[in-house]
T-cell receptor, first 116, second 119 residues
Framework: DVKVTQSSRYLVKRTGEKVFLECVQDMDHENMFWYRQDPGLGLRLIYFSYDVKMKEKGDIPEGYSVSREKKERFSLILESASTNQTSMYLC???????????????FGPGTRLTVT | AQKITQTQPGMFVQEKEAVTLDCTYDTSDPSYGLFWYKQPSSGEMIFLIYQGSYDQQNATEGRYSLNFQKARKSANLVISASQLGDSAMYFCAMRERSNYAGNNRKLIWGLGTSLGVNP
């Protein structure tokens, strides 16, 4: 079974703090993703990585950065947290399989971040 | 315009009954795939079922089946014999062959349907 773990289920940070969200997968997947989920807005892709040290911007990268130093680990960084970054953050991974439409993503349990 | 529309924000079903969750999609790409995911209150998104645009038969996975009507651009999820553990948010998503950027074929998500199962 694919397992994707996230470092925290709940996190409370103050405005202006630097925040690290960690994600680890154990299935040797090439692709890893960070999404944020907000009521009424659904899932929105923040960043995507298809290999170590490779990253691509998603739909809403502003205010975020990412790091992928090892294949199994993908970190989301909020350089200076703001209240509008209060959200549920979901990490996912998948095989590279670039030509396949059926390439399901496997998700972690999510981190509910509150910025006060 | 929304590419994935889930018209039922919330619904309830009686335990052991079947329920249909609606999903309509909009694409001009002849090659695409449709996914359904379940998100229980614990937060983790769980992949349920996949339908490819060229698949000849409707997809089935255990109690889940997909009522795929290509001409109507709908891919409704049918859950048979509902169980209390089926209470969750359900998301429909689509991937198009042409929507390829940066080594990724992007998943486009609907806003979800909240399903409650009554005992």
């Amino acid at each position: 079974d694919v397992k994707v773990t996230q470092s925290s289920r709940y996190l409370v940070k103050r405005t202006g703090e630097k925040v690290f969200l960690e994600c680890v997968q154990d299935m040797d997947h090439e692709n890893m993703f960070w999404y944020r989920q907000d009521p009424g807005l659904g899932l929105r892709l923040i960043y995507f990585s298809y290999d170590v040290k490779m990253k691509e911007k998603g739909d809403i990268p502003e205010g975020y950065s990412v790091s992928r130093e090892k294949k199994e680990r993908f970190s989301l960084i909020l350089e200076s947290a703001s209240t509008n970054q209060t959200s549920m953050y979901l990490c996912a991974s998948s095989r590279l399989a670039g030509g396949l439409l059926r390439n399901e993503q496997y998700f972690g349990p999510g981190t509910r971040l509150t910025v006060t | 315009a929304q590419k994935i529309t889930q018209t039922q924000p919330g619904m309830f079903v009686q335990e052991k009954e079947a329920v249909t969750l609606d999903c309509t999609y909009d694409t001009s790409d002849p090659s695409y795939g449709l996914f359904w995911y379940k998100q229980p209150s614990s937060g983790e998104m769980i992949f349920l079922i996949y339908q490819g645009s060229y698949d000849q038969q409707n997809a089935t996975e255990g109690r889940y089946s997909l009522n795929f009507q290509k001409a109507r651009k709908s891919a409704n999820l049918v859950i048979s014999a509902s169980q209390l553990g089926d209470s969750a948010m359900y998301f429909c998503a689509m991937r198009e062959r042409s929507n390829y950027a940066g080594n990724n074929r992007k998943l486009i998500w609907g806003l979800g349907t909240s399903l409650g199962v009554n005992p």
